[in-house]
């Protein structure tokens, strides 16, 4: 007998894109613990990975990506099961930066995740 793996990037050698989904805000407080201790990659105000603290372009530092945490969940799709809840299993997320001190960085197909997404939120 085998067992599904823990950990996966997507179910099945399906993308994000292709499993059903939550933003983050809607997800459970628990949840969204969970998001923001297991996501530690992202860039807001007050989350600044490692990836983060190494120089840019010309010596800049790396433009925040997400006003805040709150602002993240508010703009990040997780997988979620049939039943909705956070799927555990699946390591990625999809999410586009708001680049709240930085619009020059926006691109109009990127402004929310709203417009990038379309049908896949409803």
Not at 4 to 30: D, F, N, Q, V
Not at 58 to 67: I, N
Not at 96 to 119: C, H, I, Q
Request: aromatic share 8%; hydrophobic share 35%; proline share 7%.
């Amino acid at each position: 007998m085998t067992t599904e793996p823990k950990t996966i990037l997507a179910a099945k050698g399906r993308t994000i894109r292709e499993l059903p989904a939550k933003r983050g805000s809607e997800l459970t407080a628990a949840e969204q613990a969970y998001c923001l201790s297991a996501f530690v990659h992202r860039f807001t105000r007050e989350h600044k990975p490692k990836w983060a603290k190494a120089e840019w372009k010309d010596g800049k530092p790396y433009p925040v990506q997400f006003a805040s945490d709150k602002e993240w969940l508010e703009q990040t799709l997780f997988a979620v099961t049939a039943k909705g809840n956070l799927d555990h299993r699946v390591i990625e997320c999809r999410c586009s930066p708001t680049w709240p001190d930085n619009p020059e960085l926006r691109k109009p197909e990127s402004a929310n995740l709203a417009e990038v997404l379309g049908a896949e939120l409803t």
